[in-house]
Nanobody, 128 residues
């Protein structure tokens, strides 16, 4: 089992920045892919970014490419999402997720079905 706890959400003005953190506990997750998703009211959960644990390569959704950066700190069992140039349409609950699927070591896993463990979410509100 892996437990994931997000933090760092809050209220920010448009064009501002936030850094989300996701701390993992339980089983070590050095072989997992780690992803960030978000879900706005009335919408499906949306993929944002993924980092492959074996080589730290990253992949982003077009909607956040160039504005958001995913990174990790193995020693702290933590993955981050740095969010810059925030827009009101970025308002959502943000979730981190961990995948135990072997193919996520090689491929960029972007579907919710690719992930086995989810955090509780952290709210981000961007005001105009």
């Amino acid at each position: 089992q892996v437990q994931l706890v997000e933090s760092g959400g809050g209220l920010v003005q448009a064009e501002g920045s936030l850094r989300l953190s996701c701390v993992a506990s339980g089983r070590t997750f050095t072989n997992y892919g780690m992803g960030w998703f978000r879900q706005a009211p009335g919408k499906d959960r949306e993929f944002l970014a993924v980092i492959r644990w074996n080589d730290a390569r990253t992949h982003y959704a077009d909607s956040v490419k160039g504005r958001f950066t995913i990174s990790r700190d193995n020693a702290k069992n933590t993955v981050y999402l740095q969010m810059n140039s925030l827009k009101p349409e970025d308002t959502a609950v943000y979730y981190c997720a961990a995948s135990t699927r072997y193919y996520c070591v090689t491929y960029y896993c972007t579907g919710t079905d690719d992930y086995d463990y989810w955090g509780q979410g952290t709210q981000v509100i961007v005001s105009s």
